[in-house]
């Protein structure tokens, strides 16, 4: 949970490094928000259609709302960390290739000592 609490707090900090644990457990903390989220809309019965044919679930859009600038300063950190250019976050954007690309690049350790983007942690 420190990882995640951390996150919160940098949420804006796009430079430096974040070291594996930080990023995974930022995203399964996040995961675990957003899907009881969305359990408890679905239970409720939130699910509702603003406009014919278009469901809203108010509780998990917002957290994903809320998550979004986190979870990119966190990527674009945690690709720091292994030298590559926050950019590459963009690869989210190209389905299953780019997917498996960044998966395994935040899989990857991170460089130890200093690289052009700070010391690690």
């Known amino acids: 949970m420190k990882w995640f609490i951390k996150c919160i707090k940098n949420y804006a900090v796009f430079k430096g490094r974040a070291v594996r644990p930080e990023f995974w457990y930022f995203a399964l903390v996040s ?3 957003q899907i009881s989220l969305l359990i408890i809309d679905v239970i ?3 699910d509702v259609g603003i406009i014919d044919g278009i469901k809203t679930l108010p ?3 917002t957290s994903r709302l809320l998550l979004l600038v986190p979870s990119i300063s966190v990527t674009v950190r945690r690709l720091h960390d292994i030298n590559k250019n926050g950019w590459w976050s963009l690869l989210w954007g190209l ?4 997917w498996v690309i960044l998966v395994l690049w935040l899989c990857k350790n991170g460089d130890e000592g200093e690289n052009q983007y700070g010391f690690a942690g």
């Open 31 to 33: 995961a675990i928000i």
């Open 59 to 61: 509780l998990f859009e």
């Open 44 to 46: 409720i019965g939130w």
């Open 95 to 98: 389905p299953v290739i780019g």
